[in-house]
T-cell receptor, first 111, second 112 residues
Framework: TQLLEQSPQFLSIQEGENLTVYCNSS?????LQWYRQEPGEGPVLLVT?????EVKKLKRLTFQFGDARKDSSLHITAAQPGDTGLYLC???????????FGTGTRLQVFP | KAGVTQTPRYLIKTRGQQVTLSCSPI?????VSWYQQTPGQGLQFLFE???????NKGNFPGRFSGRQFSNSRSEMNVSTLELGDSALYLC???????????FGPGTRLTVL
């Protein structure tokens, strides 16, 4: 059973466009992380959010954790070719160190 | 600080064989987690070792096993390889929790 669903699965956009990626679950998480993975490399942690309703900004990237701690979104403003990659969300559970990864969103930004 | 290293980076095996993959964590990190990544199933947790003890385990058959040495380096072993074991195997290390972990580049295993 996949606990974390990401949408869209694939996204192809032009440089300069804005986009939002969603991460949804029926489970409540103690924390939610976002990673970016480039071909031939392992995932790189972008951000960790731990409070319901929390919003974090990392340059052109804005991350939000849902009030109920069941969902999250990643918004990229003015996308650039360097943003191309696989974006993964991962949820952490209370009283355990285990992480569950989402299904992934593959983003392609064309110049 | 050097990052997480994994060896080998690429491996080709045939069905029925066994394979051992190695992971060297970031210096000072005591937790090592292993994941399998495939296009169909995404990133799935195999197991986590902390101070030479398996602390968490995913839902994989017993053909998948691992261990951790006193220097925190870890190995995972897959016996009796199946075609479906073809995947990118990722290792991640952290000080003491999966919540803040750093991934290695992975080992690409192809089973023919």
């Amino acid at each position: 059973t996949q606990l974390l669903e990401q949408s869209p699965q694939f996204l192809s956009i032009q440089e300069g466009e804005n986009l939002t990626v969603y991460c949804n679950s029926s489970s409540v998480f103690s924390s939610l992380q976002w990673y970016r993975q480039e071909p031939g490399e392992g995932p790189v942690l972008l951000v960790t959010v731990v409070t319901g309703g929390e919003v974090k900004k990392l340059k052109r990237l804005t991350f939000q954790f849902g009030d109920a701690r069941k969902d999250s979104s990643l918004h990229i403003t003015a996308a650039q070719p360097g943003d191309t990659g696989l974006y993964l969300c991962a949820g952490g559970f209370y009283n355990t160190d285990k992480l569950i990864f989402g299904t992934g969103t593959r983003l392609q930004v064309f110049p | 600080k050097a990052g997480v290293t994994q060896t080998p980076r690429y491996l080709i095996k045939t069905r029925g064989q066994q394979v051992t993959l190695s992971c060297s964590p970031i210096s000072g990190h005591r937790s090592v987690s292993w994941y399998q990544q495939t296009p169909g199933q995404g990133l799935q947790f195999l197991f986590e070792y902390f101070s030479e003890t398996q602390r968490n385990k995913g839902n994989f058959p017993g053909r998948f096993s691992g261990r951790q040495f006193s220097n925190s380096r870890s190995e995972m072993n897959v016996s009796t390889l199946e075609l479906g074991d073809s995947a990118l195997y990722l290792c991640a290390s952290s000080l003491n929790s999966q919540i803040t972990q750093f991934f290695g580049p992975g080992t690409r295993l192809t089973v023919l």
